[in-house]
Each structure stands twice: as C-alpha cells, then as structure tokens.
C-alpha cells in the first residue's frame, strides 16, 4: 500500500519520503475524462493522500450555469453572459470542498437535473471559459493540487506532471450516476441519465472552445471494471512515477 505519513515529511514541506525516495510533493496532477468516469472520486482521493488541494472544475462551470438559471441569463446573448460574469464569484468550503457560489453553498442543488441538462451548453461559451480558465491556473500555480475536469490537461495545465484520462463504459457510467443521483434523493429515469450523459459527451467532445480530448502524453485508466480501492490505487501507481 502506498502510503504517506507525517513522519514521512522532510524538513522542506513541499518533500516527501517515499518508499525510501526523496519525491518532490508540490505537483499539479490532472485528470480528464468524460462524465460519471469517476474523475472526482479518483482526484479526491489522491488529493488526500498526497495532502493535496483538490479542484473540481466542473462544479465551477455548474456553480456558472446555476447562477445563469436563477438570473435567467439569455446563454446566446453574450452581452448577457459577460454582465452576468462580472463580479461572480466561485469558490469551495475549505475542508470539504462543497462548491460556493457568492458565498453560498450550493452543492446539491449544482447537482440537480436542470444544471446538469444545461452545464454543457454553458461550458462551450468562449466568454465562460475565458473568464474561468486564469482562475483555475492561479489556484494551481504554486502546484500541490489534483484538478479534475474536461481540458486540464490538454488547456489549463498542458505541462502537468501527471495527466490521467479516465474512461468506463456507457452502462456503468450510467448506473454510477443514476445511484449518485439517487444517493442525493434526485428523482430520475435510468434512460434520463443515460440521455443527459449521451448529449454531454457530444457537446463537450465537439465544441469548438477547448474541446474534451485525450492530451497526447496522458496516461488512460479504465474505470468500467475496477473496485474503488484498486481504480485509486491505479492512480497512486502513476502518482509514484512522477520524477
């Protein structure tokens, strides 16, 4: 088991030992993928072990498309949209990570059908992105972070240490989220979920602004069949490779 303790921590604390290694500590580690692949999961996971911040971009562009529902924010006007952006603020509870959107918490209503059935369009405004992307960079400049998303690796940190792309299948990706959804007390259909995760893989896949891909040196971990400790331990085996 890959473990690191306080113990392990050297007199500059941004280093590790590691199974008897000096590593450097202070990496930023990307993972892409597409929905319900268990990104969050794995970058939670990481994070923690590694003491690590962790980012979750996608809650950031639904904490976006929740405020632009509630302020019913034409998404075709960009007038609009740049008005609105101005003096939005997106941010997380320390601790445990629940998205903040001007100050309040909105973790489970982010998670609620009409964001996710309107998250997608959103992402693929230029003016969205544009406004959201420095701010994703500047929480990782100083390194010591696991950030998850759709273009980290390939847009928002293409010289990342460690970039993951994670798959799984269709099926279990949608039975991953009908049981999240579920979890949460969200009243769905398995073929609403099935749709809705359909529709963003094409629109995240063909947009024109950053679209979801494979970065050329990102590792592929396969999420359709492993358990959950051997899906993070996979994660832990590229996190050791780091040099």
């Known amino acids: 088991m890959y473990k690191i303790t306080s113990s392990d921590r050297c007199h500059d604390s941004s280093y590790y030992w ?21 990104k969050s999961t794995l970058a939670k996971a990481l994070a923690k072990r590694l003491g690590y911040r962790f980012i979750d971009t996608g809650a950031m562009y639904r904490m976006i498309t929740l405020y632009f ?15 609105a952006l101005e003096g939005l603020t997106v941010d ?13 918490n909105v973790e489970t209503e982010i998670r609620g059908g009409a964001v996710s059935g309107m998250v997608s369009p959103v992402a693929t405004i230029s003016a969205v992105r544009r406004w959201i992307v420095p ?6 400049k100083a390194g010591g972070i696991v950030m998850d998303g759709r273009d980290i690796g390939t847009v928002v940190f293409p010289d ?19 049981a ?15 749709t809705n995760l359909a529709t963003r ?28 400790e051997a899906f993070i331990e996979a994660g832990m085996d590229e996190v050791k490779k780091i040099r």
């Open 92 to 104: 997380f509870v320390p601790g445990n990570n629940d998205a903040l959107l001007n100050g309040e």
């Open 201 to 228: 893989d094409h629109i995240d896949s063909s947009r024109e602004d950053s679209p979801l891909r494979q970065a050329e040196d990102a590792i592929v971990v396969d999420n359709s069949a492993l358990s959950l």
């Open 18 to 38: 590691i199974n008897g290694n000096l590593r450097n500590m202070s990496h930023t580690i990307a993972i892409d993928g597409y929905s319900a692949c268990g």
């Open 69 to 83: 529902l509630r302020e019913n924010v034409d998404i075709k006007n960009m007038g609009a949209v740049g008005g």
């Open 135 to 140: 701010q994703q960079r500047e929480m990782g």
């Open 160 to 178: 990342a240490d460690l970039k993951l792309f994670v798959t799984a299948s269709m099926d279990i990706r949608t039975n991953r989220r009908l």
């Open 180 to 194: 999240e959804l579920e979890a949460k007390g969200i009243t769905t259909t398995r073929e609403e979920v099935a």
